[in-house]
């Protein structure tokens, strides 16, 4: 019997999410990209709001599931906002990677506390663009 995965080792090494992926550190609000096991870009972030219930989840490893650029995030009708992105890269249902410096001015530090995103982890553009670039499908997003 063959199990059937949500998602699939991108290596069978001792390493099983490969040497690309995306690392997002929640306590240092900082997004890390690796590409065939090199630092390429390093951000600061902003990442969900924990004090109204928007934490980014966090203690896994998800996939980039699409990839889409531009795109519109939410709807005034069921989110109660609307946002156009360049870059957007999901990983957990409605959650992802995009650019953010169409609301943003300033990342990192202790933003995301009191003005944090609805779950999203925000990025300023040239990162975004950078990351976008680098993932494909199925790339690993470790977030914790």
């Not at 090494?13 to 900082?30: A, R």
């Not at 795109?71 to 870059?87: E, Q």
């Amino acid at each position: 019997v063959k199990p059937d995965y949500s998602y699939t080792a991108k290596s069978r090494s001792k390493n099983d999410i490969g040497s690309t992926y995306v690392e997002v550190s929640i306590s240092e609000q900082k997004v890390f990209c690796y590409k065939d096991g090199k630092l390429i870009v390093e951000t600061n972030t902003v990442t969900g709001n924990p004090n109204k219930g928007n934490a980014t989840p966090s203690g896994g490893v998800w996939a980039i599931d699409a990839k889409k650029s531009p795109a519109t995030l939410g709807t005034i009708a069921t989110m109660g906002y609307s946002s156009p992105v360049t870059y957007w890269m999901p990983f957990n249902g409605n959650v992802g990677l995009h650019d953010a410096d169409g609301w943003r001015s300033k990342y990192g530090g202790s933003i995301y506390k009191t003005n944090g995103s609805h779950g999203c982890v925000n990025l300023p553009y040239a990162a975004a663009k950078k990351i976008y670039a680098t993932v494909e499908i199925g790339t690993p997003v470790i977030v914790y």
